[in-house]
Antibody, heavy 119, light 107 residues
Framework: EMKLADSGGGLVQPGGSLRLSCAAS????????MNWVRQTPEKGLEWVST????????YYADSVKGRFTVSRDNSKNTLFLQMDSLRAEDTALYYC????????????WGRGILVTVSS | EIVLTQSPATLSLSPGDRATLSCRAS??????LAWYQQKPGQAPRLLLY???DRAPGVPARFSGSGSETDFTLTISSLEADDSAVYFC??????????FGGGTKVEI
């Protein structure tokens, strides 16, 4: 069974940092681009970042560029999102999501990690 | 950035009814549009991609159509389990990928 198990969220003060992890199983992780998508009641679903299957290319939403860094460890089937200089508007439920057939759609999602940025 | 506008915001129907959901793009996305279903407390689930192709395991009662800027998700005969929020997403012009605001289907 294909699965993504995400972890690492929590409460952090503005300006702080968090690192999210997403452990993959049940598929060939190194064959798939991977993504982070976040969701809030106010803004809905927002794409955050994509990393290529080999990790050599990464892309970011303008709202997080320069503050967030996506990476992956294909030897450990794990995806990461390093979030620095966090702001209140980064408060959201963060999902890791697998790219479907390299088409730019998301066919497997984690359960979601709550990140709260507040003093 | 391509903006996706979904309508209606809420659709209240009965079991067996046909549901028609709309997604309109601010500029052409060719046929590169997907639909997702999200139930409370769950992650989104991919239903359709490239406008009309069903993802593996998706029942045939879900179908999609459209191109360029106007797209439709049709659920041919609603079941109670179809109560959810449905989102569209484009991958034509990225980054960024963008999502619509969602349509809530109540049965």
């Amino acid at each position: 069974e294909m699965k993504l198990a995400d972890s690492g969220g929590g409460l952090v003060q503005p300006g702080g940092s968090l690192r999210l992890s997403c452990a993959a199983s049940g598929f060939i992780f190194s064959d798939s681009a991977m993504n982070w998508v976040r969701q809030t009641p106010e803004k809905g679903l927002e794409w955050v970042s994509t990393i290529s299957d080999n990790g050599h290319s990464s892309y970011y939403a303008d709202s997080v560029k320069g503050r967030f860094t996506v990476s992956r460890d294909n030897s450990k089937n794990t995806l990461f999102l390093q979030m620095d200089s966090l702001r209140a508007e980064d408060t959201a439920l963060y999902y890791c999501a697998k790219d479907y057939e390299d088409l730019g759609y998301f066919d497997l999602w984690g359960r979601g990690i709550l990140v709260t940025v507040s003093s | 950035e391509i903006v996706l506008t979904q309508s209606p915001a809420t659709l209240s129907l009965s079991p067996g009814d046909r549901a028609t959901l709309s997604c309109r793009a601010s500029q052409s996305v060719r046929g590169y549009l997907a639909w997702y279903q999200q139930k409370p407390g769950q992650a989104p689930r991919l239903l359709l991609y490239d406008s009309s192709d069903r993802a593996p395991g998706v029942p045939a009662r879900f179908s999609g159509s459209g191109s360029e800027t106007d797209f439709t998700l049709t659920i041919s005969s609603l079941e109670a389990d179809d109560s959810a929020v449905y989102f569209c997403q484009q991958r034509s012009d990225w980054p960024p990928y963008t999502f619509g605001g969602g349509t809530k289907v109540e049965i």
